[in-house]
């Protein structure tokens, strides 16, 4: 079983940055592609991010050369670098991660994300 604990959220201006944490412990890379998802309010939460592990990661459009995904192994944290951020980037964020074999991110479906951590508040004003 794996728990999640984010954290590193808050506000900022439009073009600030945040780097949101996300302590697993449990977390094996081999076992589990982790995921950063977000939900706005009113909206359908939507994947903004996945490192599978061997480190690859993936990321939608809306967010390319903006944010970074990354692991410490060692810490057993993910981390997710946000930078130039947008009034539209404004959700609660989340860690989760997907059982897999060999840490492959063979999904983007959030019901195959088993284990989800509480959310962190992002609010980016203009």
């Known amino acids: 079983q794996v728990q999640l604990v984010e954290s590193g959220g808050g506000s900022v201006q439009a073009g600030g940055s945040l780097k949101l944490s996300c302590v697993a412990p449990?977390?094996?890379?081999?076992?589990?592609?982790m995921g950063w998802f977000r939900q706005a309010p009113g909206k359908e939460r939507e994947g903004v991010a996945h490192?599978?592990?061997?480190?690859?990661?993936s990321y939608i459009d809306s967010v390319k050369g903006r944010f970074t995904a990354s692991q410490d192994n060692a810490k057993n944290t993910l981390y997710l670098q946000m930078n130039s951020l947008k009034p539209e980037d404004t959700a609660v964020y989340f860690c989760a991660a997907l059982p897999s074999d060999g840490g492959y991110c063979y999904t983007n479906a959030m019901e195959d994300f088993k284990y989800w951590g509480q959310g962190t508040q992002v609010t980016v004003s203009s």
């Open positions: 490192i599978g592990g061997d480190g690859m990661t």
């Open positions: 449990g977390y094996t890379p081999s076992k589990y592609c």
